[in-house]
T-cell receptor
Framework: DAKTTQPPSMDCAEGRAANLPCNHS???????VYWYRQIHSQGPQYIIH???NNETNEMASLIITEDRKSSTLILPHATLRDTAVYYC???????????????FGEGTQLTVNP | DTGVSQNPRHKITKRGQNVTFRCDPISEHNRLYWYRQTLGQGPEFLTYFQNEAQLEKSRLLSDRFSAERPKGSFSTLEIQRTEQGDSAMYLC?????????????FGAGTRLSVL
């Protein structure tokens, strides 16, 4: 799995967009970028993933740079409930994956302030 | 779909005692994973089942740890002769075969405190 680098913490005002960066300069061609978050006292929650195109779902948008060496998770209108640790994970993905372990780093603690 | 269920939510035990945790995955999810998380760290992989077969174990899973998934449904994680260093959150996750295995659904975890 490619190594990822995330800032340890970020703050965001409620209602504003939260932009969480992730560097993954050693990403390989068949590795996807996955984002999870973990709200205090809960298990991690899958948010979104992508290979090279930008992706959007009901939770967030994922912007991957053209060289794929970095990405940004965007929460368009952050709420207090978005306060959590956000993890960026890079590994081979898709329906052909055969398992198994996710490697979580320390993530970014996002605090949404009122 | 009730999500991944873990019991108990909290467990306090004395050093040297055995403990067992249970995980009920999302129905029809063939893959089941156990992770451990200590304070301030991300979850660390322990082991993985595909149906009832245990396909991968981390070096973190010492001889005192054993996991089972006897009928390919629920799973148990047992820790024998607990040590204070075993204090952590134990997380279970499940995913569906023939889908992206990196999309895993986690339970709320069992928090173990060893006194």
């Amino acid at each position: 799995d490619a190594k990822t680098t995330q800032p340890p913490s970020m703050d965001c005002a409620e209602g504003r967009a939260a932009n969480l960066p992730c560097n993954h300069s050693t990403i390989s061609g068949n590795e996807y970028v996955y984002w999870y978050r973990q709200i205090h006292s809960q298990g991690p929650q899958y948010i979104i993933h992508g290979l090279k195109n930008n992706e959007t779902n009901e939770m967030a948008s994922l912007i991957i740079t053209e060289d794929r060496k970095s990405s940004t998770l965007i929460l368009p209108h952050a709420t207090l409930r978005d306060t959590a640790v956000y993890y960026c994970i890079v590994r081979v993905g898709g329906v052909e994956t055969s398992g198994s372990r996710l490697t979580f780093g320390e993530g970014t603690q996002l605090t949404v302030n009122p | 779909d009730t999500g991944v269920s873990q019991n108990p939510r909290h467990k306090i035990t004395k050093r040297g005692q055995n403990v067992t945790f249970r995980c009920d995955p999302i129905s029809e999810h063939n893959r089941l994973y156990w992770y451990r998380q200590t304070l301030g760290q991300g979850p660390e992989f322990l082991t993985y089942f595909q149906n009832e077969a245990q396909l991968e174990k981390s070096r973190l899973l010492s001889d005192r740890f054993s996991a089972e998934r006897p009928k390919g449904s629920f799973s148990t994680l047992e820790i024998q002769r607990t040590e204070q260093g075993d204090s952590a959150m134990y997380l279970c996750a499940s995913s569906l075969m023939y889908r992206d295995a990196n999309i895993q659904y986690f339970g709320a975890g069992t928090r173990l405190s060893v006194l």
